[in-house]
C-alpha cells in the first residue's frame, strides 16, 4: 500500500484515503471555442502515460477533499515529493536527467 | 510442423516423449520483413498467423523483448465473450467469439476453449434495465444472449447467495452460453506455433529501441540485436504502447494501469460457468486445476510495474465473498499484476499512426484477450493490404478528435 503525504493535512496517510485522478498540469484552453478538433481531442484525451516520473493529481477523498499534486515514478511507484495545485515540482525528469543519477533514486518529499 | 494427434502422443509415448520437435525455431534477424510486428504476445502473433496463413504475406518477424506470450497473455483471467452492447464492438468480438470456436482446429493446438457460459449479475433496477437492452442489441447483432430472473439465476448457479438478506441482493443476470474461457497460454502457443510452420520469424529476445524513418515513413525498427528493415511495422504491445508511441514521435490517448488478478488453493469443482458482477465489481470462474480465478477493476494511477496495490485486492475479494460466502475461508494462492493500456472509451485502437506505414493495435485495457483472434484477423487484413479493415476502421486513433467515441464504459457489461 502506498504511504502518501497530503501537503493540505500535512500528515503521512494510507493509499485508500486518496483517489488518483490523473496527469496533473494539463492546462484549459483559455477560448475553449476557438480551439481546433486537434487541439480538443489533445486537450481532453491524450495524456504523457510516461515509464517513469509522473506527475500526477490525487484526491484526498476520505481527508480533506482537497486535489493536490505528487511527482511519482511510475515503475517503481515511489512518490518522491506532493505538493499543493499550483506550485511546481521540485523533481522532473529533466533535472535529474541534467544530476545524471539514476531514475529511482531522486529527492524524497 | 509436426502434426498434434492422439496416434502421435501413442507414438512418442514408446519412446518416452523424448523425441518431440520444438515448437518454434528460434531464428536469427534477416536484414529486411515486408511486415515487423512489435510485440509476442497472443495479438501479435495471431496477427502474424493471419498474415502468413490467410493474407499470403510470408515474409513476417514478430519482434518480442522476452518471451513469447509473457505479458498480459500469461496474466489474464482467460475470460472469452462478446456480449457487448454498441455495433461497433459487437461486431469485432462477435467476429472473434467466430474464430474461437474453430480455432483449435485450425492451429492443431488445443486451446482448450470451453463455452461454459459467462453470467453477468444485475444487483439493481438500472442494472436489469442495462442487461435487457445490452441482451437486445446483442440479439440484433446475432450474438446470442439471455436475461434471467433471480429464480432462474439461483437455479442455474447453486452456491451463489441470491438471498433477500445481502447488502445488494441479485435481481437477474444475462448469460451467453458461448461465452467461456480458454487457455490463455495455449493460445499464445498455438498461434506462435503455427505461425513459426507459416514461415514466420519469432525473434525472442529483441527489444525496439526506436523506429527508423524517411519522409514520415517508417522503415524499419532499431534492436538491441541491430537495425531490421520493414515495409511496413504493426505495433501491438499493450501496457507499453504509449512507450513506442513516444518511441515512434506521438502521443496516444492510453493511460498504463495495473490490473490484478489471484488464483486460490485448487477445490473440487465448485464453479462451472464465468460469473461476473458489475454493481459488487469482482469475476471469478474455476480452472480445470482446480484453483478459483478471480479479478476485478485497475488500479487507478498509472502503473508500469506489474503489480498493484492491496486495497484493490481486498475489494476485489470482498465482491466475490459478497456473491459467494462459501468461498469466505478459501485461501489464496497466488497473485499478480499486469499492465494494461486503458482508453477514454475503454475501446481499442486499430489504427494508423501519424507516422507512415506504422500502424497500431492497442487500447485493449481490461478485456483484450477474448478479442484475440479476431484482433489478429483485422489487424493482418489491415497490414497485408494498407487499409483498415471493415470490422477495424471504426477503432481510429482519429475517433478522439472527430468525437466518434465508441463508449463501452459500462456498457460492455463490465465496469473499466
Given at each position: 500500500?502506498?504511504?502518501?503525504?497530503?501537503?493540505?493535512?500535512?500528515?503521512?496517510?494510507?493509499?485508500?484515503?486518496?483517489?488518483?485522478?490523473?496527469?496533473?498540469?494539463?492546462?484549459?484552453?483559455?477560448?475553449?471555442?476557438?480551439?481546433?478538433?486537434?487541439?480538443?481531442?489533445?486537450?481532453?484525451?491524450?495524456?504523457?502515460?510516461?515509464?517513469?516520473?509522473?506527475?500526477?493529481?490525487?484526491?484526498?477523498?476520505?481527508?480533506?477533499?482537497?486535489?493536490?499534486?505528487?511527482?511519482?515514478?511510475?515503475?517503481?511507484?515511489?512518490?518522491?515529493?506532493?505538493?499543493?495545485?499550483?506550485?511546481?515540482?521540485?523533481?522532473?525528469?529533466?533535472?535529474?536527467?541534467?544530476?545524471?543519477?539514476?531514475?529511482?533514486?531522486?529527492?524524497?518529499? | 510442423?509436426?502434426?498434434?494427434?492422439?496416434?502421435?502422443?501413442?507414438?512418442?509415448?514408446?519412446?518416452?516423449?523424448?523425441?518431440?520437435?520444438?515448437?518454434?525455431?528460434?531464428?536469427?534477424?534477416?536484414?529486411?520483413?515486408?511486415?515487423?510486428?512489435?510485440?509476442?504476445?497472443?495479438?501479435?502473433?495471431?496477427?502474424?498467423?493471419?498474415?502468413?496463413?490467410?493474407?499470403?504475406?510470408?515474409?513476417?518477424?514478430?519482434?518480442?523483448?522476452?518471451?513469447?506470450?509473457?505479458?498480459?497473455?500469461?496474466?489474464?483471467?482467460?475470460?472469452?465473450?462478446?456480449?457487448?452492447?454498441?455495433?461497433?464492438?459487437?461486431?469485432?468480438?462477435?467476429?472473434?467469439?467466430?474464430?474461437?470456436?474453430?480455432?483449435?482446429?485450425?492451429?492443431?493446438?488445443?486451446?482448450?476453449?470451453?463455452?461454459r457460459g459467462v453470467y453477468n449479475l444485475c444487483h439493481t433496477l438500472q442494472d436489469m434495465r442495462d442487461a435487457e437492452?445490452?441482451v437486445?442489441?446483442?440479439?440484433?447483432?446475432?450474438?446470442?444472449?439471455e436475461l434471467l430472473d433471480a429464480a432462474q439465476v439461483a437455479a442455474e448457479i447453486p452456491y451463489l447467495d441470491c438471498s433477500k438478506g445481502t447488502r445488494y441482493p441479485v435481481m437477474g443476470a444475462t448469460i451467453?452460453?458461448?461465452?467461456?474461457?480458454?487457455?490463455?497460454?495455449?493460445?499464445?502457443?498455438?498461434?506462435?506455433?503455427?505461425?513459426?510452420?507459416?514461415?514466420?520469424?519469432?525473434?525472442?529476445?529483441?527489444?525496439?529501441?526506436?523506429?527508423?524513418?524517411?519522409?514520415?515513413?517508417?522503415?524499419?525498427?532499431?534492436?538491441?540485436?541491430?537495425?531490421?528493415?520493414?515495409?511496413?511495422?504493426?505495433?501491438?504491445?499493450?501496457?507499453?504502447?504509449?512507450?513506442?508511441?513516444?518511441?515512434?514521435?506521438?502521443?496516444?490517448?492510453?493511460?498504463?494501469?495495473?490490473?490484478?488478478?489471484?488464483?486460490s488453493?485448487?477445490l473440487k469443482p465448485i464453479i462451472d460457468s464465468v460469473i461476473m458482477s458489475n454493481a459488487v465489481h469482482g469475476y471469478i470462474s474455476q480452472?480445470?486445476?482446480?484453483?478459483l480465478v478471480i479479478g476485478a477493476?485497475?488500479?487507478?494511477?498509472?502503473?508500469?510495474?506489474?503489480?498493484?496495490?492491496?486495497?484493490?485486492?481486498e475489494h476485489t475479494l470482498q465482491a466475490i465473498v459478497e456473491m459467494f460466502p462459501i468461498l469466505s475461508r478459501v485461501?489464496m494462492?497466488?497473485?499478480?499484476?499486469?499492465?494494461?493500456?486503458?482508453?477514454?472509451?475503454?475501446?481499442?485502437?486499430?489504427?494508423?499512426?501519424?507516422?507512415?506505414?506504422?500502424?497500431?493495435?492497442?487500447?485493449?485495457?481490461?478485456?483484450?484477450?477474448?478479442?484475440?483472434?479476431?484482433?489478429?484477423?483485422?489487424?493482418?487484413?489491415?497490414?497485408?493490404?494498407?487499409?483498415?479493415?471493415?470490422?477495424?476502421?471504426?477503432?481510429?486513433?482519429?475517433?478522439?478528435?472527430?468525437?466518434?467515441?465508441?463508449?463501452?464504459?459500462?456498457?460492455?457489461a463490465v465496469a473499466?
Amino acid at each position: 500500500m502506498l504511504h502518501i503525504f497530503c501537503p493540505h493535512c500535512g500528515e503521512l496517510r494510507g493509499e485508500e484515503e486518496f483517489a488518483p485522478a490523473g496527469q496533473a498540469h494539463i492546462p484549459r484552453p483559455l477560448d475553449p471555442a476557438a480551439c481546433t478538433d486537434e487541439e480538443w481531442g489533445d486537450y481532453l484525451f491524450f495524456r504523457d502515460n510516461p515509464r517513469g516520473l509522473h506527475h500526477e493529481l490525487w484526491l484526498h477523498a476520505a481527508g480533506c477533499r482537497k486535489y493536490f499534486n505528487a511527482t511519482r515514478h511510475t515503475i517503481s511507484y515511489e512518490i518522491l515529493e506532493t505538493y499543493k495545485i499550483g506550485e511546481k515540482p521540485d523533481v522532473t525528469a529533466e533535472a535529474q536527467a541534467s544530476e545524471k543519477k539514476p531514475l529511482a533514486q531522486g529527492a524524497t518529499a | 510442423m509436426q502434426r498434434y494427434s492422439g496416434f502421435g502422443l501413442f507414438k512418442h509415448s514408446l519412446s518416452h516423449h523424448e523425441n518431440w520437435q520444438r515448437m518454434w525455431r528460434n531464428p536469427t534477424p534477416k536484414p529486411v520483413y515486408d511486415v515487423v510486428i512489435v510485440g509476442g504476445g497472443g495479438h501479435g502473433l495471431a496477427t502474424a498467423y493471419y498474415l502468413a496463413k490467410t493474407f499470403g504475406v510470408k515474409n513476417v518477424a514478430v519482434v518480442e523483448k522476452g518471451w513469447l506470450g509473457g505479458g498480459n497473455t500469461a496474466r489474464n483471467t482467460t475470460i472469452v465473450r462478446s456480449n457487448y452492447l454498441w455495433d461497433e464492438s459487437a461486431h469485432l468480438y462477435e467476429h472473434a467469439m467466430k474464430l474461437w470456436e474453430g480455432l483449435s482446429r485450425d492451429l492443431n493446438y488445443n486451446v482448450m476453449y470451453s463455452p461454459r457460459g459467462v453470467y453477468n449479475l444485475c444487483h439493481t433496477l438500472q442494472d436489469m434495465r442495462d442487461a435487457e437492452r445490452r441482451v437486445s442489441a446483442n440479439r440484433l447483432n446475432g450474438i446470442d444472449g439471455e436475461l434471467l430472473d433471480a429464480a432462474q439465476v439461483a437455479a442455474e448457479i447453486p452456491y451463489l447467495d441470491c438471498s433477500k438478506g445481502t447488502r445488494y441482493p441479485v435481481m437477474g443476470a444475462t448469460i451467453q452460453r458461448r461465452g467461456g474461457v480458454a487457455r490463455h497460454d495455449a493460445v499464445a502457443w498455438g498461434y506462435a506455433r503455427a505461425a513459426d510452420a507459416a514461415g514466420v520469424d519469432l525473434l525472442q529476445q529483441t527489444e525496439v529501441t526506436g523506429f527508423r524513418k524517411e519522409n514520415g515513413a517508417v522503415i524499419g525498427v532499431e534492436t538491441n540485436r541491430g537495425f531490421i528493415g520493414a515495409r511496413r511495422v504493426g505495433v501491438v504491445t499493450a501496457g507499453n504502447s504509449g512507450h513506442m508511441a513516444r518511441l515512434a514521435g506521438f502521443r496516444l490517448p492510453i493511460e498504463s494501469h495495473p490490473l490484478q488478478a489471484l488464483v486460490s488453493e485448487p477445490l473440487k469443482p465448485i464453479i462451472d460457468s464465468v460469473i461476473m458482477s458489475n454493481a459488487v465489481h469482482g469475476y471469478i470462474s474455476q480452472s480445470d486445476k482446480g484453483d478459483l480465478v478471480i479479478g476485478a477493476g485497475i488500479d487507478g494511477y498509472v502503473g508500469y510495474g506489474q503489480r498493484g496495490s492491496y486495497p484493490t485486492i481486498e475489494h476485489t475479494l470482498q465482491a466475490i465473498v459478497e456473491m459467494f460466502p462459501i468461498l469466505s475461508r478459501v485461501r489464496m494462492n497466488r497473485q499478480w499484476g499486469g499492465i494494461v493500456d486503458t482508453t477514454p472509451d475503454a475501446c481499442p485502437i486499430i489504427s494508423r499512426t501519424p507516422v507512415q506505414n506504422l500502424f497500431f493495435n492497442c487500447g485493449w485495457g481490461t478485456g483484450g484477450f477474448k478479442a484475440t483472434p479476431g484482433s489478429g484477423h483485422v489487424f493482418a487484413a489491415s497490414l497485408a493490404t494498407g487499409q483498415m479493415h471493415a470490422l477495424a476502421a471504426p477503432f481510429s486513433i482519429d475517433r478522439f478528435y472527430s468525437g466518434a467515441l465508441i463508449d463501452e464504459h459500462g456498457a460492455a457489461a463490465v465496469a473499466h
